[in-house]
């Protein structure tokens, strides 16, 4: 028995449908581009709107599957 004695690593442990490393929701997985020299408001506004579409869905989630 050739190589009885060697012993060989588990495989590391990936995710339970995709390789590891993917993303879910690759095509809408992006950041928002805040400019570094914006004001406080500008900084503020860039993150309401999808702040508002989180706060509307996790209090109404019935709101998105009539549309």
Known sequence: M???DSTTAAEPHVAWRKPAG???LAEVHRSI???VTASFWRKLLAFSGPG???AVGYMDPGNWATD
């Open 2 to 4: 050739a190589g009885a």
């Open 52 to 54: 508002f579409l989180v």
């Open 22 to 24: 993917q993303v879910s």
């Open 33 to 35: 581009v805040v400019p």
